[in-house]
């Protein structure tokens, strides 16, 4: 159990983590192991700290990346590819979710 102390600089590195491995294919296994915690752990900080689950904050994390990526005329394939996503029709998808238009229409704003 880590003290209140600890609390904003663990949810500092698990940021950090994140933002530095977004074109990996991260899990929550991934961030426990290499935090030393436990998987249940991690997901409830997550949900306590963050008030959305480690894989919501993740998808919104890689497609923050993938409208800046795309604004910066990276074409659509890579732009799955740097931003983690499996393949492009796993990104396509959560693109449209989250913004309501495909990459493309996106990148024609």
Do not use: W
Not at 93 to 105: N, T, V
Request: charged letters at 25%.
């Amino acid at each position: 159990h880590h003290s209140q102390a600890e609390q904003p600089t663990l949810l500092t590195s698990f940021i950090e983590y994140i933002e530095n491995n977004l074109s990996k294919p991260l899990t929550l296994d991934e961030i426990a192991a290499h935090f030393y915690i436990s998987r249940s752990a991690v997901s409830k900080f997550f949900r306590e700290e963050m008030g959305t689950s480690f894989h919501r904050f993740l998808t919104q994390r890689r497609l923050i990346l993938a409208k800046q990526l795309i604004s910066e005329g990276e074409g659509m394939e890579r732009v799955a590819q740097l931003c983690g996503f499996s393949d492009y029709s796993v990104f396509y998808k959560a693109f449209k979710k989250e913004y309501g238009l495909s990459p493309r229409e996106f990148a024609k704003l």
